[in-house]
């Protein structure tokens, strides 16, 4: 099975920041790489699938790019609705989620 | 509008059996592939496992596929998580999931919360 190997699982920022998550596959999942945003006592919420195309409702400011077995997901000039934990998810072959980010202010 | 919504969670003994029920509403319910997801006290989620929009076939991760067994029942739009044998590690918030083949999931319940514990 793959594992998604994602970092950091802590991150610090002050507003108007830009943020960078990275995962990394155990194998080549050929794009095929969700992220998702979690706030406290709620489910999560899709925000890019295939690494780079934003779900309807998703901001600008939310992006992603990479392939064969790196990814990132980024967030230029976080704003205060932004502080969440994010996962990201390889679906190509079963489902795996990386181990998640917890994004706090500084 | 697109609702799932869980049920069947709480306190439950360790060695016992418990199963879960998420309703569906707002689409049409045999025409997806459902899933289960679950989150650990400590925030890890984990794939559980899916089943196909016909019922037919099932995916399991590997290391829960002996205990659990997800089914539905298409005429009432209902997916089942059937958990047998549970232990302590099996402590964490349940969410029943929609996804198509080769997509992330879409859309998530609100979570039923599970405790295993004596």
């Known amino acids: 099975d793959i594992q998604m190997t994602q970092s950091p699982p802590s991150l610090s920022a002050s507003l108007g920041d830009k943020v960078t998550i990275t995962c990394q596959a155990s194998q080549n999942i050929n794009k095929y790489i969700a992220w998702y945003q979690q706030k406290p006592g709620k489910a999560p919420r899709l925000l890019i699938r295939y690494t780079s195309t934003l779900e309807s409702g998703t901001p600008s400011r939310f992006s992603g790019s990479g392939s064969g077995r790196d990814y990132s997901f980024s967030i230029s000039n976080v704003e205060s609705e932004d502080i969440a934990s994010y996962y990201c998810l390889q679906y190509v072959n079963l489902r795996t989620f990386g181990g998640g980010t917890k994004l706090e202010l500084k | 509008e697109v609702q799932l919504v869980e049920s069947g969670g709480g306190l439950v003994q360790p060695g016992a059996s418990l199963k879960l029920s998420c309703v569906a509403s707002?689409?049409?319910?045999?025409?997806?592939?459902m899933s289960w997801v679950r989150q650990t006290p400590g925030k890890t989620m984990e794939w559980i496992g899916d089943?196909?929009?016909?019922?037919?076939?099932?995916n399991y991760a590997p290391s829960l596929k002996n205990r659990f067994t997800i089914s539905r029942d298409n005429a009432k739009s209902t997916l089942y998580l059937q958990m047998s044998n549970v232990r302590s590690e099996d402590t964490a918030t349940y969410y029943c999931t929609r996804a198509e083949w080769l997509s992330p999931f879409d859309y998530w319940g609100q979570g039923v919360m599970v405790t295993v514990s004596s």
């Open positions: 089943i196909k929009y016909d019922g037919s076939y099932t």
């Open positions: 707002g689409f049409t319910f045999s025409d997806y592939w």
